[in-house]
């Protein structure tokens, strides 16, 4: 790409309004990510027994293991959220920005053309 299909890509309003849609929804994911891991850190920290009582009385396994394979379910669940938006809105709003500049440059380049075609 040149120079000009950056430039145009700048100042493109779909591009400002991707960029902040994909902020948004990663600051989103990233703070919920961050509750939960830093919620797990907090209660190992300051209630361990909790997590190494069994779940019934006649099991060995205790709420450690549902809560950490809960927390990896989680993390699945947000990346699947992320794929899933980026795979949908932000592909075709991307391609929506590209082609525009393409239109762009080639519309300059053909005007250029043209006066370069006057000229002589």
Do not use: C
């Amino acid at each position: 790409m040149s120079k000009h299909h950056y430039d145009h890509i700048r100042g493109n309003e779909k591009f400002h309004q991707l960029v902040a849609q994909k902020s948004r929804l990663s600051w989103l994911l990233a703070a919920l990510i961050m509750t939960v891991y830093y919620s797990f850190i907090l209660v190992i920290a300051f209630f361990p027994e909790w997590l190494g009582q069994p779940l019934t009385a006649d099991t060995a396994i205790t709420w450690g293991l549902p809560v950490g394979i809960g927390i990896i379910l989680f993390t699945f669940l947000i990346t699947g959220i992320y794929v899933h938006k980026a795979n949908t809105l932000y592909d075709n709003l991307l391609q929506e920005v590209i082609d525009a500049s393409h239109e762009h440059v080639d519309g300059l380049q053909n005007t250029n053309n043209e006066a370069a075609g006057e000229t002589l």
